[in-house]
């Protein structure tokens, strides 16, 4: 591997920190948004919007930074012929010390995911509520709105009528 220090990381360049803080940033913003909305006990939509589809839109672009910058880096290093550093990085897993990172690396990624997995599927919630529907894709409809909250119908949601049921008529409709 090398002596200590010698190998620099492809990540240590400002275009991979920058997306590293943008990640970190978006994630603690948007686990504060997700206990805002849990803590407030009434539907908001504006903070369901930036909770479940602004906040990971951030989180996805921070990460595509970050590589970005490893790949720039990588290519960097390439053109000079720099024997700094390899262009791609060496693991070794018989190495204590990399397994580590490695294990470290890949629990992290996979928490990642499953938080992100987690808030797309929420982001597929919000959009079916009548809270979206009522307050923020059809606002020019609000006294429709409020006669829907007042009348028999304020038991049924409105994509049950509206929408329909299911992936096709979601992807028909919203996307």
């Known amino acids: 591997m090398g002596p200590k220090g010698?190998?620099?990381r492809l990540y240590h360049n400002t275009?991979?920190?920058?997306g590293g803080l943008v990640v970190i940033v978006a994630i603690l913003i948007t686990l504060f948004l997700f206990a805002v909305n849990f803590s407030i006990g009434r539907a908001n939509p504006y903070v369901g919007i930036l909770t479940y589809m602004i906040g990971p839109g951030i989180i996805?672009?921070?990460?595509?930074?970050?590589?970005?910058?490893t790949r720039w880096e990588s290519r960097r290093r390439r053109k000079a012929g720099s024997q700094e550093a390899l262009p791609?990085?060496?693991?070794?897993?018989?190495d204590e010390h990399q397994r580590r990172l490695f294990t470290l690396a890949l629990g992290g990624s996979s928490l990642l995911a499953i938080f992100l997995i987690?808030?797309?599927?929420?982001?597929?919630?919000f959009t079916d509520s009548t809270t979206f529907c009522g307050m923020l894709c059809h606002r020019v409809m609000k006294p429709e709105y409020t006669a829907?909250?007042?009348g028999p119908h304020a038991r049924v949601v409105c994509v049950?009528?509206?929408?329909?049921?299911?992936?096709?008529w979601y992807v028909k409709s919203k996307l």
């Open 6 to 8: 010698k190998r620099g």
């Open 15 to 18: 275009v991979s920190y920058f």
């Open 60 to 69: 996805t672009v921070g990460i595509l930074i970050f590589l970005y910058g």
């Open 88 to 94: 791609y990085p060496k693991l070794d897993l018989n």
């Open 118 to 125: 987690f808030l797309a599927y929420n982001a597929y919630l």
């Open 148 to 150: 829907y909250r007042n």
């Open 160 to 168: 049950d009528c509206h929408v329909g049921s299911g992936v096709p």
